[in-house]
């Protein structure tokens, strides 16, 4: 039997026999019942455990991926085939509502039909199969892609961006561009000496500079030697891996609910931006001064960690009168999961940052910039591929024709309320409920709680995530609808009662 | 009119009206003059000139790409659609065979037929479509495609592989795991102190190690900031961005004919092979041991350096004799361009190191390593890409079934041979032919008549690169067959006739 039903603008068939949920809308095609197996559904109806996950399957997969690499962290194997739109399904079969998306980094859920399409066209087969090196033989359309879609939702004030394979090439080369303006700066101009260019090929100053970038306690901008060097969020990510010898200032750490302690957290936002300022001041009287500073707008990997716009807006004016550029990494808030298309929207600023890092949820990685930090000298051999772009162009299309932020603002808000109601609820495990559209957080009273939570909503069909030392974060696809929040709110009451 | 004649096993077609040839072999299926466009054409038969490189559409296109991101390194803009096996097509309609193949990048030359019919499988669009956290999340055929693929052309010794984003993050994380080897030994145990776990959160030791990588000069690894600091070929590559001090040994200057210097090249390598042991006490002793040793088979960006097995054999033993890692950095050499699937395996050694890392040609990125070097704790979102596996997959079949390492060695012999002819035809412009495989070079006399002959060739239909201060690299794919070595041979004659 199919149901027919309508939410606001959206056309609701339902199938039980057939367990799955179309919903009808721009840009998602409806697929009656008698569609055949390969064709794509939207989504599903709920989840739909058949075992207790890891399930066998997965437990033996495990094992056979354990004689070729390390499984430590490896959750459960999926059939992305089988996969729709919130619903990652398993290899076991079990169906399980996503609000993780792989780190946080699957646009619009599973097998959009929209994405799924791209790949009927013939040029974008040949995008797919020959990846250019992009720095030297872009193809001909590349200008115009990019155009379509990273330019069109480019950061207030920036025109430029370069393309990147992955988060952490994006934050490194981010990182070099700094450094290469500021020396650019302190020369005068763009030539390196004869002794720049010497000294450079072993290692050695003035050619390799003393500069630093300042970040943040809690913060995590990636892996990479130079990412690292700026992460502070787990020692785990850390240990054992030489570093440079970089300042850190203290991130804020506010109290909740924010009305009650407006006082106490804008006196700690302004402890973090003294501090702030002087680790600027010390390390340019140690002769290695900052030459920018990175910053998440909310720290993700961290705990979820806030500041206020004021907080933000004081923070690049702190960069702009000690000449450090301003780097603002949207690797994780970026692509639409805080209600706007980059979580710095919210401070209202024309002019936010010099440079602006993503991945995850744009599929391509990069960093759009300031004309003044013209990345001179970024370069490599992919430089980014171009039929992540390809992918990107539709997911735009998608969260601007079905209003995808408005969307998330909505199914955001009906979260963090279910959020409140649990946490006064469940007080003895539930704290500091916190967010920005969908992307929010809450807090468990230990690690193992979380845990266990974490555990057993997955085996109620649920997927979620941990970040920092004891919170959940909620990172559901653009897709995630206000009927996906209470469907989510009431398994999570369930295993919440079984806590009590 | 089409002709037909045979090569050895291939039987080939050509047709001068529609300027293209195609290979009958296993793998390679021939289309007829009347295939519709879309359908894929093996190869061309030869090159064909319209404009100038750049030409006006190429010109055209620079400028506009000029207002979005730097353009200092575009050559010109391409027509990936209309590029075929060994020729690269730009956006003029210029045809050119392609010696330099996107830095090395593209196994099977162009639109190879046997790619693009990857994408009519259904399971394969969700592949590309739903990019996961491999690390947490893999699909389900994920171990069985990593035995088809990579572990299918394991390097001798190497059981376990982890996949990356590009070559860069390869080797970052290769490092990585070197360092946490080395602390685990150190320490004699798996488990990382209370003080090493609070000392690294703040960037301090012990818990960031002084440890270290030794490189060479002339070396290149990559851009990110660890690579960077191994990394020795060109300054503008390393100037401006703050580095490690790190250890860096020479790497052999071999003189040319090789029969004729054995003697000295001995001498050289001998003296090479001192210094890198000396560094490594002399690290020590400094209290910044050396963890391990970072080297390319041939050193490739610096120059196509070579050296002899013997060195590497010795230089393997240096490593173990002293406790560091070993590393092999195969991303320019690897995936069948010298001859053999790996460089190292002209070494012939059962056990040539502990890390060989890759990219390029594998289409993904990653590293091979032995179970000693567990790379606990190595971790990011993607961790790879397994729609690039995919086509890995099938770029193996296709050099399996069509003997590609066997061609690349015939055609290899031919292109060297034919080097040899020309430098002793041009004494005054060319020296020191070299090269394994079809991973050939030339030296010119200096820096603005190579860039001047690599400027003319691609006007008369040739794409050719250039590395180290004045020579000419020849990377090109696997495809590469002889008669496309006389083709290129006559062209370059004429080039350096106009020089003489």
Same mark, same amino acid.
């Given at each position: +039997?199919?149901?027919?039903?309508?939410?606001?603008?959206?056309?609701?068939?339902?199938?039980?026999?057939?367990?799955?949920?179309?919903?009808?809308?721009?840009?998602?095609?409806?697929?009656?019942?008698?569609?055949?197996?390969? !064709?794509?559904?939207?989504?599903?109806?709920?989840?739909?455990?058949?075992?207790?996950?890891?399930?066998?399957?997965?437990?033996?997969?495990?094992?056979?991926?354990?004689? &070729? !690499?390390?499984?430590?962290?490896?959750?459960?194997?999926?059939?992305?085939?089988?996969?729709?739109?919130?619903?990652?399904?398993?290899?076991?079969?079990?169906?399980?509502?996503?609000?993780?998306?792989?780190?946080?980094?699957?646009?619009?859920?599973?097998?959009?039909?929209?994405?799924?399409?791209?790949?009927?066209?013939?040029?974008?087969?040949?995008? &797919?199969?020959?990846?250019?090196?992009?720095?030297?033989?872009?193809?001909?359309?590349?200008?115009?892609?990019?155009?379509?879609?990273?330019l069109?939702?480019a950061p207030s004030g920036m025109t430029r961006v370069?393309? +990147?394979?992955?988060?952490?090439?994006?934050?490194?080369?981010?990182?070099?561009?700094?450094?290469?303006?500021?020396?650019?700066?302190?020369?005068?101009?763009?030539?390196?000496?004869?002794?720049?260019?010497?000294?450079?090929?072993?290692?050695?100053?003035?050619?390799?500079?003393?500069?630093?970038? =300042?970040?943040?306690?809690?913060?995590?901008?990636?892996?990479?030697?130079?990412?690292?060097?700026?992460?502070?969020?787990?020692?785990?990510?850390?240990?054992?891996?030489?570093?440079?010898?970089?300042?850190?200032?203290?991130?804020?750490? =506010?109290?909740?609910?924010?009305?009650?302690?407006?006082?106490?957290?804008? !006196?700690?936002?302004?402890?973090?931006?003294?501090?702030?300022?002087?680790?600027?001041?010390?390390?340019?009287?140690?002769?290695?001064?900052?030459?920018?500073?990175?910053?998440?707008?909310?720290?993700?990997?961290?705990?979820?960690?806030?500041?206020?716009?004021?907080?933000?807006?004081?923070?690049?004016?702190?960069?702009?009168?000690?000449?450090?550029?301003?780097?603002?990494?949207? $690797?994780?808030?970026?692509?639409?999961?805080?209600?706007?298309?980059?979580?710095?929207?919210?401070?209202? +600023?024309?002019?936010?940052?010099?440079? $602006?890092?993503?991945?995850?949820?744009?599929?391509?990685?990069?960093?759009y910039h300031k004309n003044? =930090?013209?990345?001179?000298?970024?370069?490599?051999?992919?430089?980014?591929?171009?039929?992540?772009?390809?992918?990107?162009?539709?997911?735009?299309?998608?969260?601007?024709?079905?209003?995808?932020?408005?969307?998330?603002?909505?199914?955001?808000?009906?979260?963090?309320?279910?959020?409140?109601?649990?946490?006064?609820?469940?007080?003895?495990?539930?704290?500091?409920?916190?967010? !920005?559209?969908?992307?929010?957080?809450?807090?468990?009273?230990?690690?193992?709680?979380?845990?266990?939570? &974490?555990?057993?909503?997955?085996?109620?069909?649920?997927?979620?995530?941990?970040?920092?030392?004891?919170?959940?974060?909620?990172?559901?696809?653009?897709?995630?609808?206000?009927?996906?929040?209470?469907?989510?709110?009431?398994?999570?009451?369930?295993?919440?009662?079984?806590?009590?």
């Amino acid at each position: +039997m199919i149901s027919e039903f309508s939410i606001g603008k959206y056309l609701i068939f339902t199938s039980k026999k057939h367990n799955y949920l179309c919903v009808f809308c721009a840009g998602c095609r409806y697929v009656s019942k008698a569609a055949p197996k390969t !064709q794509v559904e939207c989504d599903y109806d709920g989840p739909a455990m058949k075992t207790q996950v890891p399930g066998p399957r997965s437990q033996e997969l495990t094992k056979q991926l354990g004689e &070729i !690499q390390n499984v430590g962290a490896v959750n459960f194997f999926c059939n992305y085939n089988e996969s729709r739109g919130n619903y990652l399904v398993d290899v076991d079969g079990n169906r399980m509502l996503d609000l993780y998306t792989q780190i946080s980094s699957i646009p619009l859920g599973y097998n959009h039909p929209a994405l799924i399409k791209l790949m009927a066209h013939p040029d974008n087969l040949s995008t &797919i199969v020959n990846r250019p090196a992009l720095g030297i033989l872009p193809p001909g359309n590349f200008p115009e892609k990019l155009m379509e879609s990273l330019l069109s939702v480019a950061p207030s004030g920036m025109t430029r961006v370069q393309t +990147m394979a992955c988060g952490s090439c994006s934050n490194e080369n981010a990182y070099k561009a700094m450094f290469i303006w500021y020396r650019n700066k302190e020369r005068g101009h763009n030539t390196p000496s004869a002794e720049d260019l010497s000294s450079c090929m072993v290692n050695q100053g003035p050619g390799c500079p003393d500069l630093s970038i =300042l970040s943040f306690m809690g913060g995590f901008h990636g892996r990479t030697l130079g990412c690292l060097a700026t992460t502070h969020s787990k020692a785990i990510h850390k240990v054992d891996v030489p570093s440079l010898d970089w300042p850190i200032a203290p991130f804020p750490k =506010l109290k909740y609910p924010l009305e009650e302690f407006a006082r106490e957290n804008a !006196q700690e936002e302004a402890r973090c931006l003294e501090e702030a300022e002087d680790q600027i001041v010390k390390w340019r009287h140690k002769g290695k001064p900052v030459a920018g500073i990175v910053i998440e707008p909310i720290q993700a990997e961290g705990g979820d960690n806030h500041a206020s716009p004021e907080f933000f807006k004081s923070l690049r004016n702190i960069a702009r009168k000690h000449g450090c550029a301003f780097h603002v990494d949207e $690797v994780q808030t970026g692509g639409g999961c805080t209600g706007k298309f980059w979580a710095h929207e919210h401070w209202g +600023m024309d002019d936010p940052g010099d440079i $602006v890092s993503f991945s995850k949820k744009l599929l391509t990685g990069g960093f759009y910039h300031k004309n003044e =930090l013209q990345p001179y000298r970024i370069f490599n051999t992919w430089m980014g591929d171009p039929s992540k772009n390809l992918f990107l162009t539709e997911v735009l299309n998608v969260i601007r024709t079905e209003n995808l932020l408005e969307e998330v603002t909505r199914s955001g808000k009906a979260l963090l309320n279910g959020l409140y109601e649990l946490q006064t609820q469940y007080p003895g495990i539930l704290s500091r409920a916190r967010g !920005q559209g969908t992307f929010c957080a809450i807090d468990v009273c230990d690690d193992a709680t979380r845990t266990s939570i &974490i555990l057993k909503a997955r085996n109620k069909g649920v997927v979620l995530g941990g970040c920092g030392d004891r919170s959940i974060r909620f990172r559901p696809a653009l897709v995630f609808k206000e009927y996906h929040v209470h469907l989510f709110l009431n398994i999570f009451n369930d295993v919440l009662a079984q806590h009590k």
